[in-house]
């Protein structure tokens, strides 16, 4: 199981740490991923991370702004958001598959996901 935290109300150009820990198997060989879905639209990548944390992806929208890392001793991926903006506004899901050739991007490829953790944005 992946268990998002870290979600809330925060006043644009702030910041949110979201936390996701997974519990039942070790993600360690795993690409860990985030995505979000904001009212109305489809879930979209927002970034994703490689197993040993040497690559990493970014949609082009939070490049600069958020940074995706991970502690493998924690079995934890995080996501640090900065200069947060409304267009951030959206439900924060993680996801976890096994590392490999796949489209990173694509909520499909990827079998395992938490249950997601709210980000609000006010201007």
């Known amino acids: 199981q992946l268990q998002a935290s870290g979600g809330g109300l925060v006043q644009a150009g702030g910041s949110l740490r979201l936390s996701c820990a997974a519990s039942g198997r070790t993600v360690d060989k795993d690409m860990m991923g985030w995505f979000r879905q904001a009212p109305g639209k489809e879930r979209e990548f927002v970034a994703c991370i490689s197993p040993t944390s040497r690559t990493t992806y970014y949609v082009d929208s939070v490049k600069g702004r958020f940074t995706i890392s991970r502690d493998n001793t924690k079995n934890t991926v995080y996501l640090q958001m900065n200069s947060l903006e409304p267009e951030d506004t959206a439900v924060y899901y993680c996801?976890?598959?096994?590392?490999?050739?796949?489209?990173?991007?694509?909520?499909?490829?990827?079998?395992?996901w938490g249950q997601g953790t709210k980000v609000t944005v006010s201007s």
């Open positions: 996801a976890a598959r096994p590392y490999g050739s796949f489209t990173y991007y694509s909520s499909r490829a990827y079998p395992y």
